[in-house]
């Protein structure tokens, strides 16, 4: 996953199709999200459950433990390791869904320079994202170091074409069961481990190369292009 997503729908949209009863304790707004090349460090959408509900709050994409100020805050989390590495040990049992449209991967073309590809559920349904993070709970005030990670696997399938890497994205019921704290930490892991959506759940197109520069922005940025 090279680091570049979609999040241009409404929250209350992404909400919708978890079905999930609890009040939304909604602080990212009711309009369109329109973040249509988000690049790491962004101000995304998170959705976390608390004893008060559901929570929809702007994270930043990435994160690193207090003692790693030596080196950049990873945007991702190898699925391999996530449950159980020294890295995140501190976030792991902090389960969100960070809610996409979208996301791009770069591929060598024959001219030499990078073509970029749009994936996206088959269905053009909302991805639901896998993530960890550090973030306010129980009516804590945000830091400074809060942020996410999203939780990457092995790409199978005509995915690993793209790229070798790619998102853990659950099914709405999936979803909902990784946001829900009563769900075992042992279960979690194996549900990031075997369960994540396999390849044939998504599609891919190319689009123009203007996705490469993170200051544009607009939904000109997603058209197919030959």
């Known amino acids: 996953m090279c680091g570049r997503l979609s999040q241009y729908r409404g929250i209350h949209d992404f909400v919708a199709v978890l079905s999930i ?25 998170l959705l976390h459950r608390e004893d008060d509900g559901l929570h929809a709050d702007s994270q930043r994409w990435g994160w690193r433990p207090h003692w790693a100020k030596d080196r950049a805050a990873p945007i991702n989390a190898r699925v391999e390791k996530v449950a159980h590495g020294p890295f995140f040990r501190s976030i792991w049992p902090h389960r969100a869904i960070c809610p996409v449209d979208n996301w791009f991967e770069w591929v060598d073309a024959a001219d030499g320079t990078r073509q970029p590809w749009l994936i996206r559920r088959r269905d053009q349904g909302p991805v639901f994202c ?20 999203i939780i990457t696997a092995d790409s199978a399938g005509g995915m690993l074409d793209i ?6 994205v659950f099914s709405a019921e999936l979803a909902r069961e990784w946001l829900d704290p009563a769900t075992p930490r042992e279960r979690a892991e194996q549900m990031v481990l075997l369960q994540g959506e396999d390849s044939h759940a998504f599609c891919w197109h190319k689009i123009g190369k203007a996705v490469g520069n993170a200051r544009n922005q607009g939904p000109e940025l997603i058209i197919e292009t030959t």
């Open 21 to 45: 009863p609890d009040a939304l304790i909604n602080h990212v707004g009711d309009q369109p999200l329109a973040r249509y090349n988000a690049a790491p460090t962004t101000q995304l959408a």
């Open 130 to 149: 896998a993530a960890i993070g550090q973030f306010p709970t129980g009516g804590a005030a945000p830091r400074d170091d809060d942020g996410f990670v």
């Open 163 to 168: 790229h070798d890497r790619r998102p853990v």
